[in-house]
């Protein structure tokens, strides 16, 4: 059987004037993969996650996702997506109700379809208590939560998340690749960005940028093995060098 891949990447790259901020990568993701997307801080991966998104057009290269061009059809692939960016995504002057019946109307869904979804997330999340919060006055770690529920709300066929658990706790982080499992076996892929090397063990496959470009791909005992190291930390080590 043929395994469907979802995001095909061919020689991708972005110049801002003379500087590359991604260059020249390539990679596939297959259909249910939760796909880890690691780097420090400045490799790359927001910018590569943006043209992804059809946030941002590509200098070169080309992409698909979802069977759509990254610059042609960016209409059609922010339908068939769901993004959940590195910035608070939310709107603070909603409440948590109201963020999902915004955004699940602009994702197209009915009333009927809005209010299912509303009372599947407040449940799932157990946020009875606040479901009529202002999403300002709810802690970081919540917001994550509903941010990624929110991202998710349409049922799209792959979910960005750009560094999704940074500045929150390790309990919070642990409690939201939960989620991250249930969407995966909901059928949803997963492109996750994050600069915790610790979260690569939580992927079924790891793609490694140092200064824009892909220097490692695989899953991670092929990287383990392939770098004859102990942790994803000291490939990353190794590869910086």
């Known amino acids: 059987m043929i395994e469907e891949k979802v995001i095909i990447a061919k020689d991708l790259t972005r110049t801002f004037g ?8 390539s990679f596939d993701v297959k259909r249910g993969e939760i796909f880890g997307f690691l ?57 948590l109700k109201e963020n999902i019946k915004f955004y699940g109307g602009i994702y197209g869904l009915n009333n009927a379809e809005i209010a299912k979804k509303t009372g599947e997330i407040v449940e799932r999340l157990d946020l009875q208590e606040i479901e009529n919060t202002l999403i300002a006055e709810i802690p970081l770690g919540w917001k994550q939560k509903i941010a990624f529920s929110v991202a998710i709300v349409h049922n799209p066929k792959i979910v960005f998340l750009d560094e999704p658990t940074s500045g929150v706790d390790p309990i ?20 996750v960005t994050t600069h915790y090397m610790d979260e690569a063990e939580y ?6 940028m140092v200064e824009g470009r892909i220097e490692a791909l695989g ?16 490939v990353f080590i190794k590869l910086a060098r």
Do not use: P
Request: aromatic share 10%; proline share 0%; glycine share 8%.
């Open 39 to 95: 780097g420090a801080n400045g490799a790359g991966k927001t910018t590569a996650i943006k043209m992804l998104t059809g946030i941002l057009s590509s200098s070169s290269g080309q992409a698909t996702v979802a069977g759509f061009d990254i610059n042609k059809d960016r209409n059609r692939l922010k339908e068939n997506i769901g993004y959940m960016s590195q910035k608070f995504s939310l709107y603070e002057d909603l409440t």
């Open 203 to 208: 992927c079924d496959r790891i793609s490694m």
């Open 18 to 25: 003379k500087f590359t901020a991604v260059d020249h990568i």
């Open 219 to 234: 899953s991670l005992q092929e990287l383990l093995t392939k770098y004859e190291a102990t942790s994803m930390d000291e």
């Open 172 to 191: 919070t982080r642990r409690q939201f690749w939960n989620l991250i499992y249930e969407a995966a076996e909901n059928g949803i892929t997963v492109f």
